[in-house]
C-alpha cells in the first residue's frame, strides 16, 4: 500500500482544551462498529455511562447541549482520561486527519474545519510538497478503473505543479486548472481520454498562459479589454460577462440549501450574506477594493494558492468513483472562493485580517460542507447542473 501525504502533515498536535471551537461539540460524532462492540462490553459505573451516553440505532454518541456527553468542563474527552486513547472511536482517533481510497494508495491529509489545521495549511508559505510512504499490505477493488485513475493522478500532477508555480498570477493558475479540468471531462465525456495526453502537453509550462487566454478569446472574453463583451451573443456569454458580485452572491447562497451542521453557521452566514452584499454591487465593490488594498499581495496570493492546492489534492482523484473530475475542480475553484469571500466580510466586521482570521473562514466553511456527504454532493451538483457556474463565468470571475 502506497501513503502520500503533504510535507506539513506530521506537524500538526491538537491542543485540546486550549481550542476555542472544541471539535467535540455542535455536530454528532459517529462511532465506528469496532468501537461500539468495545464499548458495549465495558463494565462498572463507566459502563453505564457510556450504554446511556450513546445513541445505539444511530451509532453516535448523544449530545447534551450541543457537546458531546463525554466532552467535560474543562473541553477533554472523559473516555480518553478513563479508559485512554486507544479506546477512542475511530472518528476521534482520525480527526483532524482525513484519509482517501483507492486500489493499493491511500492520500492523507488534515481538514480545514480544525482551526489548528487550518492555520497549519494556510500558514506554510512555501509549496506543498508531497510525501510517499510504502507498506507490504495489498488491496483490490474489483471495479476499479485504473486507467482513469492514472489520468486523473497525472492532470492533478499537473494542476498542483500550475498552482504552485509562482511566476504566474494566481487568478492565471486557478482559471488553468478549471480550463483543464473541462476539456478533461471533454475527453470522458467523447470515451476519448486517451487525448488527456494532448491536453496536458498544451498546459505544460511553456504553454499555459497561451491556453487559458486563448480559452477566454474563445467566447470573446479579454481581461486587457477592461472586462468589454464586444461580439458575444446569446445566454451563455450574457452569463459569462456578469460580475464577480453576481457569482459571489449566486455561490454564497448554496451555502444556504446545505443542511446546517452546526447550530451557530445559518446566523453567521446570514450575518456574513448581508455584510458582503446588503448594500448592492457598487458598495460591495468599493469593500472589496479596500480589502484588497488592506493585504499584502504575496500573502492574499499564498492564501489562493494553499486553499487550491489543498482542494485539488484531496478531492480531484476521487472522480475515479464519479467520472467527473471537472466537478472535483469547480468544488475547489468555488471553496477557495468563497472562503475569501468570507473572509473579506470578517475584514469588514474586525478590520483586519490574518492567519488567524483566514484560517477561521476556512473553518467555517469546511466544517459545513466537507462533514457531509450529502452536503458535498449538493455543492457539486449545483456548480455542475446551473450555468450560472459555467466555466466562463468562472473563469471571468476568476479572471477577470
Known amino acids: 500500500m502506497l501513503y502520500i501525504f503533504p510535507h506539513y502533515y506530521r506537524q500538526f498536535q491538537c491542543i485540546a482544551s486550549e481550542c476555542r471551537d472544541t471539535c467535540c461539540a455542535g455536530w454528532e460524532i459517529m462511532i465506528d462498529e469496532g468501537s461500539l462492540e468495545r464499548y458495549r462490553k465495558v463494565k462498572g459505573p463507566f459502563g453505564n455511562r457510556l450504554h446511556n451516553s450513546i445513541n445505539w440505532k444511530e451509532g453516535s454518541f448523544k449530545q447534551y447541549h450541543h457537546r458531546c456527553a463525554f466532552l467535560d468542563e474543562d473541553n477533554l474527552c472523559d473516555i480518553y482520561r478513563e479508559m485512554g486513547p486507544e479506546h477512542l472511536c475511530r472518528t476521534c482517533r482520525r480527526y483532524p486527519r482525513h484519509m482517501e481510497e483507492f486500489e493499493g494508495v491511500r492520500e492523507v491529509s488534515l481538514c480545514l474545519s480544525c482551526v489548528e489545521a487550518a492555520k497549519l495549511i494556510l500558514g506554510c508559505k512555501e509549496p506543498v510538497r508531497f510525501f510517499a510512504m510504502e507498506d507490504d499490505r495489498e488491496e483490490t477493488y474489483g471495479d476499479f478503473d485504473f486507467f482513469l485513475y492514472t489520468k486523473l493522478a497525472d492532470a492533478r500532477d499537473l494542476a498542483l505543479e500550475i498552482l504552485q508555480d509562482r511566476t504566474m498570477d494566481i487568478q492565471a493558475r486557478t482559471g488553468l486548472c478549471l480550463a483543464m479540468a473541462h476539456d478533461l471531462q471533454g475527453c470522458i465525456r467523447r470515451d476519448r481520454l486517451y487525448e488527456a495526453d494532448s491536453l496536458f502537453k498544451r498546459c505544460k509550462r511553456a504553454d499555459r498562459e497561451a491556453y487559458l487566454w486563448e480559452r477566454l478569446f474563445r467566447k470573446g472574453l479579454s481581461p486587457a479589454e477592461g472586462g468589454k463583451n464586444e461580439g458575444c451573443t446569446g445566454k451563455e456569454t450574457q452569463s459569462a460577462c456578469q460580475s464577480r458580485y453576481e457569482m459571489a452572491k449566486h455561490l454564497f447562497a448554496l451555502l444556504a440549501e446545505m443542511e446546517p451542521l452546526k447550530k451557530d453557521w445559518p446566523k453567521l452566514r446570514r450575518r456574513m450574506e448581508q455584510s458582503l452584499y446588503g448594500a448592492g454591487n457598487e458598495a460591495y ?116
Not at 472589496?288 to 494553499?306: G, I
Open 285 to 400: 465593490g468599493a469593500a472589496r477594493s479596500r480589502f484588497l488594498a488592506s493585504m499584502e499581495k504575496e500573502e492574499l496570493s499564498r492564501y489562493r494558492e494553499q486553499l487550491m492546492v489543498y482542494f485539488v489534492f484531496t478531492y480531484f482523484c476521487g472522480a475515479v468513483y464519479n467520472g467527473n473530475p471537472y466537478g472535483k475542480m469547480k468544488l475547489a475553484v468555488a471553496g477557495s472562493f468563497l472562503i475569501e469571500e468570507m473572509a473579506q466580510a470578517m475584514w469588514q466586521e474586525k478590520g483586519s485580517l490574518g492567519l488567524t482570521e483566514m484560517a477561521e473562514a476556512a473553518h467555517y466553511f469546511s466544517r459545513e460542507m466537507e462533514h457531509s456527504d450529502e452536503n458535498k454532493a449538493l455543492f457539486e451538483k449545483r456548480l455542475l447542473g446551473s450555468p450560472d457556474f459555467g466555466l466562463y463565468p468562472l473563469l471571468w470571475a476568476i479572471c477577470g
